[in-house]
């Protein structure tokens, strides 16, 4: 018994569908062909991605209490920075050890601020 086939209108572009027809042509297949396969093809991925869903929403919501829980810790580290290179910035020219771990310490904290703010870029 052969499938019930329904027929689909849609509007595009008249270059897009030039080059469509060009690209089928020269591939040996028929527009409506690769049309059904994409359809198929997109209706799987998306009963795929709809079983998911829940996993998704939930794995989103704690990325965004991580995400936001990390901006915080990275405004306390810049906080911190900012102290540190006054403070270091303080330091008498005599002083030039307490300057170098003072700077040492502003470095890694910097460090720390990228790294941070590129773990959710």
Same mark, same amino acid.
């Given at each position: %018994?052969?499938?019930?086939? &329904? ?8 270059? /897009?569908? &030039?080059?469509? =027809?060009? +690209? @089928?042509?020269?591939?040996? #297949?028929? %527009? ?7 359809? *198929?093809?997109? !209706? =799987?991925?998306? !009963?795929? #991605?709809?079983? #998911? /869903?829940?996993?998704? =929403?939930? $794995?989103?919501?704690? +990325?965004?209490? +991580? $995400? ?14 900012? %102290?540190?290179? *006054? ?8 002083? /030039?050890? +307490? ?5 040492? #310490? ?8 990228? @790294? ?6």
């Amino acid at each position: %018994m052969p499938k019930e086939m &329904t027929q689909i209108k849609f509007t595009i572009e008249s270059d /897009t569908v &030039t080059k469509f =027809k060009s +690209r @089928c042509e020269d591939e040996g #297949v028929s %527009m409506a062909s690769v049309i059904r396969e994409f359809m *198929q093809a997109s !209706f =799987k991925a998306s !009963f795929e #991605v709809s079983q #998911v /869903t829940k996993s998704v =929403k939930i $794995k989103t919501a704690n +990325r965004a209490m +991580r $995400k936001k829980s990390v901006q915080e810790i990275i405004g306390l580290l810049n906080d911190i920075y900012s %102290m540190e290179e *006054q403070y270091r910035d303080s330091i008498p020219e005599h002083f /030039t050890q +307490r300057y170098e771990v003072a700077d040492h #310490v502003c470095e890694q904290l910097s460090e720390a601020i990228s @790294c941070l703010e590129a773990a959710f870029d």
